[in-house]
Every structure is written in structure tokens, then in C-alpha cells.
């Protein structure tokens, strides 16, 4: 039998940085379909794809997200009609 009790321990970090730390995974791991995903906008804002670029967007899946998803980057880039090469 388990007995569970609130503050036995002293806190490693602030209860507040723990809360602000599980919102920002909760957020992350919002499911998001394919065509959620298609990189049509960075694109088109930028002009160019690669991992880096899309690791650096906010509120973007990071590209491991991608290559898990699709398969790999270039999957993902051709889905768009983004050609790695020139």
C-alpha cells in the first residue's frame, strides 16, 4: 500500500518553474495532423528549408518531429514540392 503525502520533501526547483516547465510540454505535444505539419509557410517566408531553419521557428515542431513523421526531411520537403537539390 502506497501512503502519499504533499511537500514530504523539500523541493528541488520553485513549484512555479515545475508548473511553467509541464505547460510548455503539454504544448509541445499537441498532435498535429500531416497537413498540419506541411512546411508550406516557413517556405514561403523564407525561401529555403532545412533542419536548422526549422528548429530555430517558434511554435513549430522541431524537425526530428518531421523526419519521424514522414520519414525524413526530404520527404517532408517534396510533400511541399521543395526539392533539397538544386
Not at 21 to 47: F, K, V, W
Amino acid at each position: 500500500m502506497w501512503i502519499l503525502r504533499d511537500a514530504a520533501f523539500d523541493p528541488i526547483i520553485p513549484a512555479e518553474w515545475f508548473t511553467r516547465a509541464q505547460e510548455a510540454i503539454a504544448a509541445r505535444s499537441q498532435r498535429m495532423d500531416d497537413a498540419s505539419m506541411l512546411l508550406h509557410s516557413l517556405y514561403e517566408q523564407t525561401g529555403a528549408l532545412s533542419g536548422l531553419l526549422i528548429d530555430e521557428q517558434e511554435g513549430m515542431p522541431s524537425s526530428s518531429a518531421y523526419r519521424a513523421r514522414f520519414g525524413g526531411l526530404v520527404r517532408a520537403y517534396s510533400l511541399i514540392g521543395f526539392s533539397a537539390t538544386p
